[in-house]
């Protein structure tokens, strides 16, 4: 029977969810062992509603698969059954001790054991290192209830051996601090600057993941750990330079790196947000230049930080739409600083940065100018309102602002004569530059009239 350990003299109960209780009860009703294991009870006890409900058990794979008329061979090779229970899916995976790793990342051989101590040994962090069922209550055997109470993220047992088990387990070590808004303990901060290097045989997805529940997390700026522990050396060497970069001038208080990890702060806990906020600048440094004055420079620096946005976005395997929207975000983040808007001028700039895009691009600027110093701050705030407001306006106006919107069409044209092709494009180009110059003249009677005049021409 495993040890039965409390917190503060009270006994900690878990609402498991009626289908993964009902997977327990069977299990230990067949004389087996079972409890919901891992984050799922780290996540219960802070009060957090878990994700996924996984359970470890003493039964083989085979007992669990004879136990249950629908389940699933996910991972039989590291005795992981999925049971399914009316199209929901709960792991159950057998108390296991893994073999020698050969590759950071997968254990060459799993030896199962019916000691759920040495299953809950191999775990990465005290906080996942605990299982729960209603009998036995909640079983904390390396002390992941004192490392909560501390805010403390701890490995289990030897540091080293846990990120050699798996070198991934050193980005989530900062992920995690970053989630629950804890530190991370020195030996496994010792292990981390020892071993990031093995950072280098982990897949591009798997980082990737890893990397965006860290931005999406209440302190995405715990990044800065990952620099200072040598993990982003591994795979983002640009924001090391980054973080290395000066910016002396009026408009700043931060380097480089400094005031990107102060704006990932400033916009909504989405993907796109942050990874927008993140890469914004981080062509600054190969644009630098220093006046006779020492003021730095960086002129050109959105266009090329969105050409480095786009290889470290497709480095880590990200899908085509976030490329697309964030790299467009970071060409666009400085755009309309210090011009005056009027109506025009913002349905030319939804036009040439999309209409997709362009309303995220005011959270954006807003975060760029707050990590920013505080000369002309509020000018700048102001100057950024004004464009949202006459956007806005022409929102409610459902002025045109891209061919789509315009009241003719490629096949309104064809049917008055054009032939499609080049010069049918141009037209249509035309047309729109008429629209966005003047959004009185569309209707389709006065463009038609528009591109009759056109061809009339000698």
Known sequence: MADRATTSGEEIRINVPPKA??????????????????????????GREPQDWDITTSARPKQVKELFPRT???????????????????????????????????????IYTPDLREDLRRRDFTVNAMAYNDAVGL???FGG???????????VGDPGERFGEDALRMLRAIRFSAQLGYVIDEATERAVKELAPALKNISAERIQAELVKLLVSPHPDRLKKAYELGVTKVFFPEFDIAMETPQNHPHHKYNVGEHILHSLIGVEAEKKMRLAMLLHDIGKPATLSIDEKGVTHFHGHPAVSEKMAGEFLHRLRFDNDTVHTVCRLVLYHDYGNGVEPDMQKVRRAVNRIGEDVFPALF??????????SEFLQKEKLELIDRWQQLYEEVTARKQCVSLKGLAVTGSDLIGAGWKPGKELGDILNRLLDLVLEEPECNTKEILLAEAKKVREKP
């Open 21 to 46: 209780q009902y997977i327990i009860d069977t299990i230990t009703a067949a004389g087996y062992e079972a409890y919901v294991v891992g984050g799922c009870v780290r996540d219960s006890v802070l």
């Open 139 to 141: 079983v904390d055997i």
């Open 145 to 155: 209830m004192k490392d909560i109470r501390e805010g403390i993220i701890r490995c």
């Open 72 to 110: 699933i061979d996910t991972g039989l090779q590291h005795g992981t059954v999925t049971v399914m229970l009316e199209r929901e899916g709960f792991e159950v995976t057998t108390y296991r001790i893994d073999g020698k790793y050969e590759d950071n990342r997968h254990p060459k051989e799993v």
């Open 363 to 372: 959270e954006v600027k807003r975060a760029d100018v707050l990590a920013q």
